[in-house]
């Protein structure tokens, strides 16, 4: 049975930093995507981050770019996110996302559209 475990989520200031990480269980799948999607009340959610386990590129969106960085561990099955300059506006529940086997050509697009799995959600708010 696939489990998707989040932590890291809290309070902090703004121009802080903070780190998230998604554990993914079984440890069956070596190429997959995983990333993580925000939703702010009010608003969609939207793809933040991912990474492909088996090489490790990766990709942001606009609003993180220079300031989000993700990685994985050497098993590729734990993922993390280090958030830094961290503003208000990035005030969110952060849900981990995992798309296994999810290509290579059109990866990252196959990722935001349809994952298999996500996380429980973990809060994220940044006060200013």
């Known amino acids: 049975q696939v489990r998707l475990v989040e932590s890291g989520g809290g309070s902090v200031q703004a121009g802080g930093s903070h780190r998230l990480s998604c554990e993914f269980s079984p440890p069956t799948y070596k190429t997959k995507c995983m990333g993580w999607f925000r939703q702010a009340p009010g608003n969609k959610r939207e793809a933040v981050a991912t990474?492909?386990?088996?090489?490790?590129?990766?990709w942001y969106a606009d609003p993180v770019k220079g300031r989000f960085s993700i990685s994985r561990d050497d098993s590729g099955n734990t993922a993390y996110l280090q958030m830094s300059n961290l503003q208000p506006e990035d005030t969110a529940m952060y849900y981990c996302a995992v798309l296994i086997e999810c290509g290579f050509m059109n990866w990252v697009d196959n990722w935001t559209k349809k994952p298999n799995y996500w996380g429980q959600g973990t809060q994220v708010t940044v006060s200013s």
């Open positions: 990474i492909y386990t088996v090489g490790g590129n990766s």
